[in-house]
């Protein structure tokens, strides 16, 4: 009688991907938005090197030079090299837009999920605030935050800009995540919490804080591409970065609108760098909306 033949331990049994195939091979809309915001990414930190000419450098002889293979979106009235404009534009842009949504979100996050916790009047008042916010359009309300507080430049970057961009995100980031703490907090391991005697900063910040982070990471993604978006209108109002600093909004004011018959480059490729911006950080945000979420998994 021949010994049985060992069953084979792989039938059946599969390498668990990487996290980032998974989502390539659900999400390839979102792993192209993904792409392009590395590639913006390495432009924004290695601009020095990426650049071919100074941003700042100024080129009287230059002046509106159509693209060429010397300048490759041209030249604006000062005969700076607007290719090169554009890639410090990236630093400008991801800077503002990554702290403002940080900012933002964080203390929408905290609100959000002090409210839902210990509800009552605490929570009443709390969405009534958030109420009064979210009655102001965004660039109403940022607007009014850039007039009340003014510039306070560090660095090339306006503080006060970026604490504009971040209090129009507040109420809805809190919004979203107090809806999902309000879905937590009577389950039983947060009353296990409380029957051990923890303080309710640990039950919030270690217990409750990590079940809301993908709808926390979704919001934050989109409010990126919104960030990069007010922040280049504020720009261009005159309100946000001011020269010399390269600045997608700041490049579409001023002299491109004298000269946009003339020299029309100096508007279209801004223009295109700023949608393309926003439009992968769209794309990549609602990809992983649909990657986090069960009830979108195919």
């Known amino acids: 009688m021949t010994a049985a033949a060992a069953p084979d331990l792989d039938i059946g049994q599969r390498k668990p991907r990487h996290p980032v195939i998974a989502f390539a091979r659900q999400q390839p809309t979102g792993m192209a938005g993904l792409v392009f915001i590395v590639i ?5 930190i290695f601009s020095e090197f990426v650049a071919p000419y100074d941003p700042l450098e100024i080129d009287y002889g230059a002046m509106l030079q159509a693209p060429s293979w010397e300048h490759w979106m041209g030249t604006d009235a000062f005969g700076r090299d607007v290719f090169s404009r554009i890639i410090y534009g990236a630093r400008t842009a ?41 009655s102001f359009p965004i660039i109403v309300l940022a607007l009014a935050v850039v007039a009340v507080l003014g510039k306070f430049p560090v660095g090339g970057l306006d503080l006060n800009l970026i604490v504009a961009i971040a209090i129009p995100m507040i109420p809805k980031v809190a919004r979203v995540v107090r809806s999902a703490t309000l879905a937590i907090r009577g389950l039983p391991y947060i009353d296990a919490a409380r029957a051990a005697g923890y303080s309710n900063s640990r039950i919030i910040f ?16 989109a409010f990126i591409a919104q960030a990069i978006l007010l922040e280049a209108s504020l720009s261009f109002l005159g309100l946000g970065v001011t020269e010399p600093t390269a600045a997608w909004g700041l490049m579409l004011s001023g002299t491109s609108q004298e000269f946009y018959a003339e020299a029309p480059w100096m508007i279209l490729f801004p223009g295109i760098a700023i949608s393309l911006a926003v439009f992968a950080f769209n794309l990549f945000g609602d990809a992983l909306r649909d990657y986090l979420d069960p009830r979108f998994r195919t």
């Open 94 to 134: 991801l800077a503002v837009g990554f702290l403002s949504s940080i900012l933002g979100s964080g203390i929408g996050a905290t609100v959000g999920m002090v409210s839902a916790y210990f509800g009552g009047r605490i929570d009443m008042a709390i969405e009534r605030f958030m109420d009064v916010l979210l």
């Open 40 to 44: 913006l990414f390495i432009a924004g």
């Open 206 to 221: 270690r217990h409750i804080a990590p079940n809301v982070v993908a709808p926390f990471l979704i919001m934050f993604t």
